[in-house]
C-alpha cells in the first residue's frame, strides 16, 4: 500500500459531488480506476427503479487462483456535498467548508481501490475479486434492493465497508428497519371565524405521536417519527397531515410489535377524533446476524490481525446493502472504515484509519484464497 496515493485518491473521490440519484460521475471515475485494475466493469438496469442517472456499478477481475469474494461499498452521499474540499490536519482529515465530508462511503471505496492496487502490484497471485459499488444506499438501501445477486459470485463472501468504528469493527448485527407513511383526515374550517365546524388532522397525529413508545424501546429496538406536515394554513383548521416514521429491531417479532403499536396509536387517535386515517407500512431491510465463531466472522477477524488491527465485534443501530445481501442469501457483512461523525458537517476520518482500512482489504482478498 502506498499511503499518499491512497490519501490523494480519497481526495478526489470526495471532491466529486454525488448525492443520491445523482452518482453518474463518480460511477464514471470508478469505472476509470477499475479498468485500469483490469477488472470488467458494467452498469445494471436499477436506474429505472431507483430514479439515480446511472445503474449500481458491478466490475469483476478472473482470478489467478481459486477462490472469489465480494468488495462493496457505496457512491452516493448526504447532503451537503456541493463543492466538498478536504484538508488534512495532524493526521485527521475534514472538510474545510460547510459540507460533509463524504468518508461515507468514500474512505471503503478508496480503501478497496488501493487495496486492489497494491496487491496487483506486488504481483501476489489473487482470486477473483468483484467490486459493487451500489447507489441510493442513503435513500433506505434502494441500489442494493436493486441489484441482481445473481451477478455476484456464487457462494462468495461479501464485505461491506461501510460503517463508523475503527478498522478491525465487524457489525456482527444490524436490525430490521420498518418504514410508514400515514395520512390523517379531518374536516377543514375557518379557524378565527368558525373553529367548531373545523376537525384538526394534525390534532389526531400530535395525539398519535404522544401515544406512540418511540426512542429506545428495548435494548434492540428503537422507534421515531420524523416528518409531520399539513396542507393550508395558520387560519385554517388542517383537514389533512401527513407522519411519516419508523421502527427498528434486531428481532423481527420486537419489529412487528413496535409497528402494531404505533398502527394502533394512529388509528385509535383518529377514531377518537371522528376523523380517519390511512397507514402504509414498508419493510426495507430484514435483520442480520452472525455468530462469533461463524466462518464469515473468523475471516475478517483473521484478516485484521494480519494487518495489525484490533478486531472487535460490534451491534449497530443502522443497516447497510448487507442487510439487504444477506436476506437474499449473500454471505455479507459489515466492516468499520475509520469514519466519524458522518451525515454531519462534523464529519472526519484519520488518515491512520483511512490506510487501516485499506490495509484490511488486502488481507480479506489474500484471505480468499483456496
Keep these: 500500500m502506498k499511503p499518499d496515493r491512497l490519501l490523494n485518491l480519497f481526495c478526489e ?15 464514471a471515475r470508478c469505472r476509470i480506476e477499475l479498468e485500469a485494475l483490469g477488472f470488467t466493469v458494467h452498469f445494471d438496469d436499477s436506474a429505472a427503479q431507483t430514479g439515480s442517472d446511472t445503474g449500481n456499478l458491478i466490475a469483476r477481475r478472473a482470478g489467478d487462483v481459486p477462490g472469489a469474494l465480494v468488495l462493496c461499498g457505496h457512491m452516493d452521499t448526504v447532503q451537503p456535498c456541493a463543492g466538498i474540499e478536504p484538508v488534512v490536519e495532524d493526521g485527521v482529515i475534514r472538510s474545510a467548508g460547510d459540507t460533509i465530508l463524504s468518508a461515507d462511503d468514500k474512505a471503503g471505496v478508496a480503501g478497496i481501490f488501493e487495496a486492489v492496487r497494491s496487491l496487483v502490484e506486488t504481483g501476489e497471485q489473487l482470486p477473483e475479486i468483484c467490486v459493487v459499488l451500489t447507489t441510493c444506499e442513503e ?6 434492493g436493486a441489484l441482481d445477486v445473481s451477478a455476484l459470485p456464487a457462494g462468495a463472501p461479501c464485505y461491506v465497508l461501510d460503517a463508523d468504528g475503527d478498522p478491525g469493527t465487524i457489525i456482527q448485527s444490524a436490525p430490521c428497519h420498518c418504514t410508514f407513511t400515514a395520512t390523517f383526515h ?13 376537525n ?85 431491510y430484514l435483520p442480520i446476524s452472525y455468530g462469533e465463531h461463524d466462518s464469515l466472522v473468523q475471516s475478517v477477524v483473521t484478516a485484521a490481525r494480519v494487518a495489525g488491527l484490533t478486531p472487535r465485534l460490534h451491534a449497530s443501530g443502522g443497516g447497510a446493502d448487507a442487510n439487504i445481501l444477506a436476506g437474499r442469501g449473500v454471505r455479507a457483512i459489515t466492516l468499520a472504515t475509520g469514519m466519524a461523525n458522518y451525515h454531519s ?12 482500512t485499506a490495509r484490511l482489504v488486502e488481507q480479506l482478498i489474500l484471505g480468499a484464497r483456496k
Design 345 to 356: 458537517r462534523d464529519e472526519y476520518i484519520t488518515v491512520e484509519n483511512l490506510e487501516g
Design 13 to 27: 473521490l470526495v471532491r466529486i459531488e454525488s448525492p443520491s440519484r445523482h452518482e453518474s460521475a463518480i460511477a
Design 200 to 284: 384538526s388532522a394534525l390534532r389526531m397525529a400530535a395525539q398519535a405521536v404522544c401515544h406512540m413508545p418511540l426512542g429506545r424501546v428495548s435494548a434492540h429496538t428503537t422507534a421515531n417519527v420524523g416528518v409531520i406536515e399539513c396542507d393550508g394554513a395558520t387560519n385554517v383548521v388542517p383537514a389533512t397531515c401527513w407522519l411519516s416514521g419508523e421502527c427498528r429491531s434486531t428481532s423481527v417479532e420486537r419489529a412487528r410489535a413496535e409497528r402494531a403499536a404505533m398502527d394502533d396509536a394512529m388509528r385509535t387517535a383518529a377514531a377518537q377524533a371522528h376523523g380517519s386515517v390511512d397507514i402504509q407500512w414498508r419493510t426495507d
Design 139 to 144: 435513500l433506505h438501501l434502494l441500489g442494493s
Design 186 to 198: 379531518g374536516q377543514a374550517a375557518h379557524a378565527g371565524v368558525e373553529p367548531e365546524r373545523g
